[in-house]
Nanobody
Framework: QVQLVESGGGLVQPGGSLRLSCAASGSIFSINAMDWYRQVPGKQLELVAA???????GYGDSVKGRFTISRDNAKNTVYLQMNSLKPEDTAIYYC?????????WGQGTQVTVSS
C-alpha cells in the first residue's frame, strides 16, 4: 500500500515558479514509477512528467524545458519544479505511483497561474 500527499500548489504570476512535492508513505525506492499529471475541469488528464526507478525521466511536450521532475529517496519524495509558468499551466496537479502492478494517486494540488 502506498499513500501519496501532494503539496506546493498555489497562485503565481505568469513567468513565475513553483515546486510541487509528492510525499509517499513507505520507501519510494522500490516504487517502479512516479508520475505527475494535471487536469483542467472538462478536459482530459494530461501526463506532465515521469520518473522511473532507474532515474530516467520524461516530459509532456507542453512542459519540456520548463518543468523538471526529481526524486529524493531519503525523503520518500518526488518533486516537480515548474519554471516559466504560463496561464495554460493552471490545473489540479496529481501525483501517481505504480507499485506492484497497482496505481496509487494523491489528492491533488491546485496550481493557478494568473496576473
Amino acid at each position: 500500500q502506498v499513500q501519496l500527499v501532494e503539496s506546493g500548489g498555489g497562485l503565481v504570476q505568469p513567468g513565475g515558479s513553483l515546486r510541487l512535492s509528492c510525499a509517499a508513505s513507505g520507501s519510494i525506492f522500490s516504487i517502479n514509477a512516479m508520475d505527475w499529471y494535471r487536469q483542467v475541469p472538462g478536459k482530459q488528464l494530461e501526463l506532465v512528467a515521469a520518473i522511473r526507478s532507474g532515474g530516467s525521466t520524461g516530459y509532456g511536450d507542453s512542459v519540456k524545458g520548463r518543468f523538471t521532475i526529481s526524486r529524493d529517496n531519503a525523503k520518500n519524495t518526488v518533486y516537480l519544479q515548474m519554471n516559466s509558468l504560463k496561464p495554460e499551466d493552471t490545473a489540479i496537479y496529481y501525483c501517481k505511483a505504480i507499485h506492484g502492478g497497482l496505481e496509487y494517486w494523491g489528492q491533488g494540488t491546485q496550481v493557478t497561474v494568473s496576473s
